[in-house]
Every structure is written in C-alpha cells, then in structure tokens.
C-alpha cells in the first residue's frame, strides 16, 4: 500500500530563516510526488511536482528514491509563506486514473 | 475562467437529510474526483470517475453516490447524513494519459451536519 508520511504536524520560523518540510513516502512502484499548498480557507494548490524539477516562490524540492524523500526546502522564509503544506503521492497505473495519497499535511507558521 | 468549481461552498443541514454537492470543470480533464478532509485537515480520496467508470471507492459508506451526467460533471448525493459526514469536500479532476498526475482542486464546500 502507498503511504505518505509528514512528520511535523505544525513548523514554525521566523522571517528570512531557512525552511525545511518532510516528507516520506512508502510505494512499491515508480511514484510521482508532488507538494500542495493551502492557504487559509483557499482551495489546494500545486506548488511542485518532482518531475518538473523547478522552482516555485522559492521553494525546491528534490525525490531521493534511496531515501524515499521528496523534502520541501526554502532558504530564506517570508511571512507569505504561511500555510499548510501536503506531500501527495500518485502511483502511475499505466495511464489509468489513480487518487493522490496525501500527508497529513504539515502547518507552516512564519513569525515576523 | 478555466477552472473546478463546486457548489454550494457552504451547506448547513440537519441528520438524517439527503443532500447533493455539484462540481464542474471545464478544462477538458478526463478524470475528475471527489476529496474529504475532516476537521484535523487530513485529506481523503473519496471517488474518482474516469469516462463514466468508478476507478476508486476508498471505503466510503454507501450512504455516498458519485454522479457523472458528462465528463465535465461529477456530483455528489449523500443519504441519511450523519454528524460525522461535516467536512469539506474538495472536487477535482485531472487529464489521463501519460505524463503528470497533476489534480486540479475546486474551492470546496464546506459541509455541517447539525
């Protein structure tokens, strides 16, 4: 069974301070990992998939498959960023349609 | 605009009604899907409809029916509501195929049983 694992239930920074999310997922086959954002009361959001492997608002995230990571990482924290974050995996079944696997997901708080 | 969008965004009702929520996408997605997340934030795959084909049914109680009238709709009728059933109830939809699994999310209906 595919999981996905988001250790810290709630992150908080403060402004211009690096950040770092986790994630690790559980999956037997070839994953596809993305990162989604929610701001308050708002609907999610695609911030990153890893196979674009670009950068959005600052934000990185590269797939480990020896560690079985896909971290979120930011270098320096804005107050905008304050949100909640998930880690969702979507297991390729040849094209077909599969749900995304989220994290619980993890609070981001960025003090000022 | 392209997008998801779902109706109603709030729906307040009391144990035991049945209701609906409606959600379309004009983005041309083949697949579309129906997401629970409950009052921790945890979210929950629900259904996922691909050309008039239920794919995925996560042990979601039978009291909940998916409806495709067309590829671009995707409603959900709920029976005999429970106080458990209040979340919110995010819709969305994704095109098939190879490549990215990428989802697009409605803006959710926010669901309280009394």
């Known amino acids: 069974a595919q999981r996905v694992t988001q250790p810290e239930k709630l992150l908080s920074v403060f402004k211009g301070a690096p950040v770092e999310l986790k994630c690790n997922y559980s999956?037997?086959?070839?994953?596809?990992l993305f990162w989604y954002v929610q701001y308050s009361r708002q609907r999610l959001q695609l911030l990153l998939r890893?196979?674009s492997r670009e950068s959005i608002k600052g934000f990185t995230a590269d797939l480990n498959k020896g560690e079985t990571s896909f971290h979120l990482k930011k270098p320096f924290a804005q107050e905008e960023d304050s949100a909640m974050y998930y880690c969702?995996?979507?297991?390729?079944?040849?094209?077909?349609?599969?749900?995304?696997?989220f994290g619980k997901g993890t609070h981001l708080i960025i003090q000022p | 605009d392209t997008a998801v969008s779902q109706t109603p965004k709030y729906l307040v009702t009391q144990m035991g009604n049945d209701k609906s929520i409606k959600c379309e996408q004009n983005l041309g997605h083949d697949t579309m899907y129906w997401y629970k997340q409950d009052s921790k934030k945890f979210l929950k795959i629900m259904f996922s409809y691909n050309n008039k084909e239920l794919i995925i049914n996560e042990t979601v109680p039978n009291r909940f029916s998916p409806k495709s009238p067309d590829k671009a709709h995707l409603n959900l009728h709920i029976n005999s509501l429970e106080l458990g059933d209040s979340a919110v109830y995010f819709c969305?939809?994704?095109?098939?195929?190879?490549?990215?699994?990428?989802?697009?999310f409605g803006p959710g209906t926010r669901l309280t049983v009394l």
């Open positions: 969305a939809s994704s095109p098939t195929g190879v490549g990215s699994n990428e989802q697009f």
């Open positions: 890893h196979i």
């Open positions: 969702a995996l979507s297991g390729r079944s040849g094209g077909g349609a599969d749900g995304l696997t």
């Open positions: 999956y037997s086959g070839s994953p596809e």
